[in-house]
């Protein structure tokens, strides 16, 4: 016989296993232990199983909140500002489209909150809920990206950004990745798919130079150290080749100028022409460079070198990857798909640094990133992160004491509604524990992603609906007529219907792009569903006997 008691202890050991070594994803894990232990709830008949699988998924949260704490909003807890540039001024239309993108692209990184704020003509600000270094570098580039996809065949480009079905992007899962780390998945209309067959025919094992944010009328000024980098190979006119190759595109080549000491007649060729230089050799010939009218274009040093890769194709050496230049991979063509014959299915991947946990980590911020930049679109205009400060939550204690007598009242009012109707304290405790039970889960669910005000309302109008289903349970099991199964029937039945209602309802607001409400959204669907799946039944079990 299966012994539902050690099942449930051992699952609770094996997801408190998992909180702890992956924090990041603690919230994912507490969701998926919710969606477990009430699939259990419903299949375990026995009483006492069903407020112990109420327990278990407490004890993780409690779990949770200990080793992890509550990341709050920026309401609560301040957070970061970082200024994003605008290399020309926009119009109010432009800046509106260019708020909105960018509030797409926090919300695809999987920011709950973020607020952005346009300035002016020629900026607008980011902030975020967090002053960790690591997160905001991460921010930052994903918010420094303009969001231009091409990929480039022969020197022609065969695949834009804007051919890109966007509610098609998606990660994909590592069973499908073909040789790569990490790769992002997208479907293209029909134009995209008919100008890709036609570029790529007859192009077999070719590489397909996929390229976010390549510069436009841009030269790369670097030392061939800087070129060849940690690279083994000694074929030094077949490197030069490739990086040439890569570069090139049909009416807007990427020059490369390999420096040894002397710019010689280096010239730009407008006005915007961009001089892409490391940090250090920028420190060296800068300002050589600004004089010769360039505009400076400084990556990290280690950005500059190419990722070279022997490879069988018809070019032999070719480019991998080169951050400089935004050159995210180099696949190539399969004979499948240079038939001539549209396909409407592609992915970008690339590989990750590291070993095991850590590649795994790096591999998996590479999909987010370029997931949400293409999910976010384009910017009409290039852009540049300026300096990031730290802004003070305006109330942030105020508003947090605030929350917090709102969830109390909130469990008072409960208590007194509950003690006028009833008059039962067999009835009034449990369904004070079973709310106080939700907000604790609920809590550490939002927490572990970022709780701000829209979240903690949230919070507070699932205790409410929970309220309501429990009275509902409650009225059910007192009525004299039917037997103790018929009563429970009618009442659940009253219950999915409340809550498949507040899920209907809230999917909008989860998906409208709206990222100041999607926690309130986020916090109800999740008290809908823990009520249902989990603390439900084990309220029932509770009072079955009540009306007996």
Known sequence: MIDGKK??????????AVIYLYPLFAGLFLMLALVVFGALSHFWHGRELKMMCLGAIILLALFNMGL???KFGIDFSGGTR?????????SSTMMDEMVTTIKKRASAFGLTEVKVRAVGE????????????AFIKAVEDVLARQGVYSGIVDGKEAMRGDYILPGTISMVSPAALRGEDWAVSFSVNREGAEHFADIVEGKANYPIYMYLDRPNDAVVVATWQELKGQSTLMDETGMKNAMKECLRLDGGDIELNIYNGDLGNLTPKTNRTKAIVSKNLSEQIGSQLEAKGFQLQVVDDAD?????LMSNNVQGIIIEEWQAVGLLSSPSLSPSITT???????????????????????????????????KGGALPVQISIGSK???????????????????????????LFISIRYRKTSILLPIIAISISEMVILLSVIGSFTIDLAGMAGIIAAIGVGVDSQIVITDELLKKEGTKDEKLGRAFEIVTTTVTVAVFAMVPLLFSGMVEIIGFAISTILGALLGLLISRPAYAAIIEGVGD
Do not use: C, H, W
């Open 389 to 415: 400060t730290i802004i003070p939550a305006p109330l942030g204690e105020e508003f947090l004491r605030m929350s917090i007598i709102g969830l109390g009242l909130a469990l008072v009012a409960i208590s």
């Open 122 to 133: 020629t900026q607008i600000n980011v902030e975020v809920p967090s002053s960790d270094p």
């Open 304 to 308: 500059m070198a190419p990722k070279f």
């Open 68 to 70: 992890n704490g509550l």
């Open 340 to 374: 001539g014959i549209p396909n409407y299915g592609y992915q970008i991947g690339g590989v990750a640094e590291g070993t095991g946990s850590v590649k795994t980590q790096n591999a998996y911020d590479n999909e987010r990133k370029i997931e949400s930049i293409l």
């Open 7 to 16: 099942i449930l202890a051992a699952l609770v050991l094996l997801f408190a």
């Open 82 to 90: 970082i200024p994003v540039v605008l290399e020309s001024p926009a």
